[in-house]
């Protein structure tokens, strides 16, 4: 199982767009996926859910990634596995041949909780207590996925909200690999350093209390690395990238500790406007004649290959 945190500062730059049409051409191949929703927007919830069935169906059954956050130790109440749904539209899309999306819902009380996880972090009274509570908060998310139940998944994308906050942090230390949706401009290329920067410093102190901590060896050092960035919305004129974008990406290519996928997906709002039916990710309704369709299987290709993750009968 591989698990990806897809991430990026700034909001819409097409992180859940990403995660949500990546997950369903990766199970589509035949893998066992599953979602999970960090972003307190719950965009990439509602995606598979209208939001009538999300307040009936998840949030009023309390299966929504927010009741596991409250939990005094996330995870401690309530078993992660206990609030993996399994959307009906897309799976039936899918056919049931092997591939599946699961999901593991957002909620929007999730944005009060950061603030809440902090002031736990702040609790502990000695210096071994708080390296203790550091390491249990951090990594309360990869240790509810190294359970058992989700070794059946080949897949696990995260998508992250635009923040660094300590949900966000979660899932970092949960993840193999980074990816990072943005958009070819100024504004959007600016913080990818930065941001590299952030999650070398979160590794580093992570790693740094496993070693130093003494006692409980629980926690085990993390390493996730950068997949490299995914250039979103492109604009294509005469299936060329316009200038101004090509030059962005090739500034970033060159100057920045950031790797750039090759593949790149470009603005298509007649796949991903807001007419679309709910349930079902754009790249499944398509048809594979669409350039957007062939960019998200390069992609798929791309990804893929770099986690070394194939479906089952092509092990
Ligand atoms: N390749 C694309 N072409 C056109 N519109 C897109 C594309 N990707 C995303 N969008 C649209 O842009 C908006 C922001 O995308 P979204 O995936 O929600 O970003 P984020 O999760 O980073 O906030 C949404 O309305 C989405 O439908
Ligand atoms: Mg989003």
Known sequence: MQVVAVMNYKGGVGKTTLTANLGAVAARRGLRVLLIDLDPQTNLTFSFYSIDEWHHQLKDTGRTIKRWYEDELPGRDTPLADLVVTPERINAVLGGAGGCV?????????????????????????????????????????????????????????????????????????????????????????????????????????????????????HRPIDPGVLGVVFTMVQIYSQQVVLAQHNYIEEVRLNSRVPVLESKIRNSPRHFGDAGETGVPAMLRATGRDD?????????????????????ENR
């Open 292 to 312: 957007v369709v062939k960019e998200f299987d390069q992609l798929t290709d791309e990804v893929l290959g770099a986690l070394g993750v194939k479906p089952e």
């Open 102 to 218: 699961d999901l593991i819902s957002s909620h929007l009380g999730l944005i009060d909780i950061d603030l809440e996880l902090a002031a736990r972090l702040g609790g502990a009274t000695t210096l071994e207590g708080s390296k203790r509570k550091f390491l249990d908060l951090h990594g309360c998310l990869r240790r509810a996925l190294a359970d058992d139940q989700f070794a059946g998944y080949d897949l696990v994308l995260i998508d992250c909200a635009p923040n660094f906050g300590l949900v966000t942090k979660t899932a970092i230390v949960a993840s193999e690999q980074i990816l990072v949706p943005a958009k070819a401009d100024y504004l959007s290329t600016l913080g990818l350093d930065y941001l590299v920067g952030n999650l070398r410093a979160l590794v580093d102190q992570f790693n740094d209390f496993v070693h130093h901590k003494g006692g409980d060896r629980s």
